[in-house]
Protein backbone atom coordinates (compact mmCIF):
# COMPACT_ATOMS: atom_id res chain seq x y z
CA UNK A 1 0.00 0.00 0.00
CA UNK A 2 2.60 2.43 0.61
CA UNK A 3 4.42 1.47 -2.34
CA UNK A 4 1.39 2.93 -4.35
CA UNK A 5 1.44 6.02 -2.52
CA UNK A 6 4.99 6.31 -3.26
CA UNK A 7 4.28 5.71 -6.91
CA UNK A 8 1.52 8.37 -6.63
CA UNK A 9 3.43 10.89 -5.51
CA UNK A 10 6.17 10.65 -7.87
CA UNK A 11 3.59 10.89 -10.56
CA UNK A 12 2.04 13.95 -9.03
CA UNK A 13 5.54 15.30 -8.86
CA UNK A 14 6.44 14.43 -12.23
CA UNK A 15 3.07 16.32 -13.54
CA UNK A 16 3.71 19.22 -11.56
CA UNK A 17 7.53 19.44 -12.77
CA UNK A 18 6.35 19.53 -16.30
CA UNK A 19 3.71 21.47 -16.29
CA UNK A 20 5.94 23.87 -14.08
CA UNK A 21 8.53 23.72 -16.87
CA UNK A 22 5.94 24.60 -20.11
CA UNK A 23 4.74 27.48 -17.92
CA UNK A 24 8.26 28.76 -17.58
CA UNK A 25 9.00 27.94 -21.42
CA UNK A 26 5.65 29.80 -22.51
CA UNK A 27 6.51 32.86 -20.02
CA UNK A 28 10.22 33.13 -21.89
CA UNK A 29 9.34 32.26 -25.18
CA UNK A 30 7.24 35.26 -26.76
CA UNK A 31 6.68 33.23 -29.99
CA UNK A 32 5.13 30.75 -28.08
CA UNK A 33 2.93 32.90 -26.05
CA UNK A 34 1.83 34.60 -28.89
CA UNK A 35 0.87 31.28 -31.11
CA UNK A 36 -1.28 30.07 -27.51
CA UNK A 37 -3.15 33.78 -27.35
CA UNK A 38 -3.74 33.79 -31.20
CA UNK A 39 -5.45 30.22 -31.05
CA UNK A 40 -7.16 31.43 -27.97
CA UNK A 41 -8.69 34.18 -29.43
CA UNK A 42 -9.63 32.93 -32.72
CA UNK A 43 -11.53 29.41 -31.10
CA UNK A 44 -13.11 32.25 -29.22
CA UNK A 45 -14.09 34.79 -31.71
CA UNK A 46 -15.20 31.96 -34.07
CA UNK A 47 -17.20 29.92 -31.20
CA UNK A 48 -18.80 33.81 -30.61
CA UNK A 49 -19.86 34.56 -34.23
CA UNK A 50 -21.52 30.99 -34.64
CA UNK A 51 -23.73 31.62 -31.46
CA UNK A 52 -24.76 34.88 -32.89
CA UNK A 53 -25.67 33.22 -36.13
CA UNK A 54 -27.63 30.42 -34.32
CA UNK A 55 -29.26 33.15 -32.61
CA UNK A 56 -30.62 35.26 -35.55
CA UNK A 57 -31.24 32.36 -37.18
CA UNK A 58 -32.77 30.10 -34.46
CA UNK A 59 -36.39 29.69 -35.86
CA UNK A 60 -35.05 28.49 -39.72
CA UNK A 61 -32.87 25.88 -37.47
CA UNK A 62 -36.15 24.58 -35.78
CA UNK A 63 -38.12 24.30 -38.65
CA UNK A 64 -35.32 22.50 -40.35
CA UNK A 65 -35.47 19.91 -37.11
CA UNK A 66 -39.38 19.96 -36.96
CA UNK A 67 -39.26 18.53 -40.73
CA UNK A 68 -36.78 16.16 -40.30
CA UNK A 69 -38.43 15.06 -37.09
CA UNK A 70 -42.01 15.01 -39.33
CA UNK A 71 -40.13 13.04 -42.27
CA UNK A 72 -38.64 10.64 -39.80
CA UNK A 73 -42.14 10.01 -37.98
CA UNK A 74 -43.81 9.27 -41.59
CA UNK A 75 -41.17 7.23 -42.60
CA UNK A 76 -41.16 4.73 -39.61
CA UNK A 77 -44.96 4.81 -39.93
CA UNK A 78 -44.90 3.70 -43.18
CA UNK A 79 -42.43 1.02 -42.54
CA UNK A 80 -44.81 -0.11 -39.68
CA UNK A 81 -47.84 -0.35 -42.08
CA UNK A 82 -45.78 -2.17 -44.59
CA UNK A 83 -44.08 -4.50 -41.84
CA UNK A 84 -47.93 -4.99 -40.86
CA UNK A 85 -49.24 -6.24 -44.24
CA UNK A 86 -46.04 -8.45 -44.52
CA UNK A 87 -47.30 -10.45 -41.25
CA UNK A 88 -50.97 -10.32 -42.30
CA UNK A 89 -49.36 -11.94 -46.11
CA UNK A 90 -47.67 -14.15 -44.77
CA UNK A 91 -50.68 -15.51 -42.66
CA UNK A 92 -52.69 -15.94 -45.87
CA UNK A 93 -49.81 -17.80 -47.34
CA UNK A 94 -49.70 -19.83 -44.46
CA UNK A 95 -53.50 -20.48 -45.01
CA UNK A 96 -53.20 -21.77 -48.37
CA UNK A 97 -50.15 -23.69 -47.71
CA UNK A 98 -52.60 -25.85 -45.20
CA UNK A 99 -55.11 -25.39 -47.95
CA UNK A 100 -52.87 -27.26 -50.81
CA UNK A 101 -51.19 -29.99 -48.43
CA UNK A 102 -55.02 -31.03 -47.19
CA UNK A 103 -56.16 -31.37 -51.12
CA UNK A 104 -53.04 -32.62 -51.77
CA UNK A 105 -53.76 -35.40 -49.20
CA UNK A 106 -57.09 -35.74 -50.43
CA UNK A 107 -55.60 -36.85 -53.95
CA UNK A 108 -53.16 -39.38 -52.60
CA UNK A 109 -55.73 -41.00 -50.64
CA UNK A 110 -58.00 -40.78 -54.13
CA UNK A 111 -55.03 -42.03 -56.25
CA UNK A 112 -54.19 -45.12 -52.94
CA UNK A 113 -58.17 -46.13 -53.40
CA UNK A 114 -57.98 -46.46 -57.03
CA UNK A 115 -54.71 -48.09 -57.13
CA UNK A 116 -56.36 -50.45 -54.91
CA UNK A 117 -59.47 -50.82 -56.53
CA UNK A 118 -57.52 -51.72 -60.33
CA UNK A 119 -55.31 -54.24 -58.23
CA UNK A 120 -58.15 -56.19 -56.98
CA UNK A 121 -59.96 -56.31 -59.89
CA UNK A 122 -60.25 -59.83 -61.86
CA UNK A 123 -58.21 -59.32 -64.35
CA UNK A 124 -57.58 -57.82 -67.60
CA UNK A 125 -61.12 -58.58 -69.15
CA UNK A 126 -62.81 -55.82 -66.71
CA UNK A 127 -60.37 -53.39 -67.66
CA UNK A 128 -62.03 -51.42 -70.85
CA UNK A 129 -59.46 -51.97 -73.81
CA UNK A 130 -58.57 -49.08 -76.27
CA UNK A 131 -59.61 -49.73 -80.28
CA UNK A 132 -56.66 -49.90 -82.30
CA UNK A 133 -56.46 -46.49 -84.33
CA UNK A 134 -55.03 -45.92 -87.76
CA UNK A 135 -51.44 -44.88 -88.49
CA UNK A 136 -51.03 -41.31 -86.88
CA UNK A 137 -54.23 -41.35 -85.17
CA UNK A 138 -54.41 -41.83 -81.05
CA UNK A 139 -56.17 -45.27 -79.67
CA UNK A 140 -59.60 -44.26 -78.19
CA UNK A 141 -62.19 -45.33 -76.32
CA UNK A 142 -65.06 -47.79 -77.81
CA UNK A 143 -68.23 -46.19 -77.72
CA UNK A 144 -70.49 -47.19 -75.28
CA UNK A 145 -74.44 -48.15 -75.22
CA UNK A 146 -74.99 -45.25 -73.51
CA UNK A 147 -73.49 -42.68 -76.39
CA UNK A 148 -74.74 -44.92 -78.90
CA UNK A 149 -78.03 -44.08 -77.67
CA UNK A 150 -77.45 -40.29 -77.44
CA UNK A 151 -76.39 -40.19 -81.11
CA UNK A 152 -79.63 -41.96 -81.82
CA UNK A 153 -81.78 -39.68 -80.50
Aim: aromatic content about 6%; hydrophobic content about 35%.
Amino acid sequence: MEQKKTNKSWLYGGVATGLAAGLIFFATNRKARTKVTTTFETISRTTGEWVEFIKENRESFVEHIRVSADRVASIVEEASDDIQTIVETSQQLKEHTFDILGTIQEAKEEFEELSSRLRGSEGPEEMIQLEEAAEGERKQLPPSDVDTDELKS
